[in-house]
């Protein structure tokens, strides 16, 4: 198989190009990393088509983002791109972290069976976008515009007029919509004079990727103050393809330029695994890494995603994560609107919910950077004190910081949530607002059970009338609500329905609208509204 | 249940003394790193953050800060 990495993306000269006047489009997005195309394939999915402009000629070059929570894969799932990224990708679960020589601390992301999808996959952030455009070339759909930049951006009476540059010439078209998802040094932001202040951690950090033959667990393995980098940390993943990325912190004063050289990085590659290995480059790059995030995301007719928006540190796997959750969030509520089917103002809630879940983001990211390169005496010795206890301790081992891995975010306080119809602390992991939870579904799964729109399910050890019920809610609302009848034990259990019956209202990204302990066709319908901003 | 200002053990001079008794030939850095473990170790025990934050509010406070 080539390479994919080898292959070369020509442009091609739209139609649009020898137009009078600018082409219109309703969608355009700006960036084709993972964040773009997962926007593409999510308006591909709901029959809508999109123009995907970047300035690239191939793929990402280095791995960069390489953990695939599980939640990413069940979004990309229901795009139906999921299967290459788990056929090709690396599974995994377990994460070590050692003091010294000494393992101190495991975890398990995914402790209880009875998931459709694992709780991370690495995969060379390249092959994820690979497997990405060429789900989105199936769906005829998408317009992937290779080696255009957009140069200008004006807001019109009722969208925006973008110019591009190509190859062969400038050209304009307009778009009622844009998705901003063209990464941490986002053009458009920098056209729309957008701040994005926030802080850079002064530590730096040595990340590769080599080729290597070994044989080890699929683990992830973190390490503080080990002996090949002594007083710093490092980590170890395994990518697809016998590709292993490699992280050393290398501390905030240390010669850049040194440090990225071959036969350096090669010194600690070898005092990490083993003089005698054999392995070659595939990339070496030297970071500090960032905090920070627009005031707002949705600007007019412009909504920012992924790095574009925000940029984070690394520990915890979730910047891309985060972007294609963004993707994942908007691109439901745009395709409404655009459908005349939702008002405007429901993209509002792009920002209620998403900036939310990007503060999480960053306060974790943020903590977990702090604790591996502590900035102060004060920090250092605290954090010296969780490493210490963390051997005897079971308390500090929960401390010890290497990364809180992404999860799906919950959207408490969304305005698009109708007040939860259970008591108190009652099955809170199900509360609306919360991504839904997977489980075993007759032959299949519950997530992939869930309509393209919305779903109202009934959770019951015996379904009886629901069914007849739940079809006619239909009758009353604006949009279709898909019926679900759910009686599995697992699936009842994980909903608070294992002693009494539960009924859920599912947003098209899967996420909890409502939920009651009966069936009412009026506060379906009034949750309903209340989720597309009515 | 706020933070215990009034005495909470009969030997009050017993507990200071196991406090500094524990620091006996530590370094002044040492006795630092003894300092943190120890406000790690009793946070924990006391099982509250808002009772924590009202000893670290009052700690600060002592300091002039």
Known sequence: MTDPRQLVFPHRRSADQDRLQPAHHPVVIVGAGPVGLAAALGFAARGQASAVIDRKASLSDGSRAICWSKRTLEIMDRLGAAQALLDKGVTWRTGKVFLDTRLIYTFDLLPESGHRMPAFVNLQQYLFEHYAIEAAQRTGLVDLRWQEEVTAIEPTADGTLLSIATPVGAYRISADWVIAADGARSTLRRLMGLGFEGRVFADQFLICDINMKMDRPVERWFWFDPPFNRGRSALLHRQADDVWRLDFQVGPEADR???????????????????????????????RFQSRRLKRFRHGRVLFAGDAAHQMSPFGARGGNSGVQDADNLVWKLDLVLRGLAPEHLLDSYDAERIPA???????????????????????????????LAASEPFARRLVNSGRL??????DGSPLNTADGFTADDCSAARPGAAALDAPLGNGWLLAALGRGFTGAWFCAEGSDALARLKAVSAHTTLPVEPLIVSETTACARYGAASAPACYVF???????????????????????????R | MPLMKQPHVADLDGLYAAILEAHTDLSETESAALNARLVLLLANHIG??????????????????
């Open chain 1, 257 to 287: 330029d040194a440090e990225v050289k071959p036969e350096n990085v090669a010194k600690r590659v070898r005092a990490m695994l083993g003089e005698e290995i054999d392995f070659t480059f595939e990339w070496i790059s030297l970071y």
């Open chain 1, 358 to 388: 990007a503060d999480e983001n960053l306060l974790n990211t943020t903590r977990s950077t702090d604790f591996i390169a502590p900035k102060s005496a004060a920090s250092r010795v605290l954090r010296d004190s969780v490493l210490a």
């Open chain 1, 406 to 411: 992404s999860v799906a975010a919950t959207y």
């Open chain 1, 507 to 533: 947003r098209p990204d899967g996420h909890i609208a409502a939920r009651w302990r009966h069936i009412s066709p009026d506060a379906i319908a009034a949750a309903l509204a209340r989720a597309i901003g």
């Open chain 2, 48 to 65: 509250s953050t808002d009772i924590v934050r009202e000893a670290l509010t009052t700690a600060r406070k002592s300091l002039g800060k």
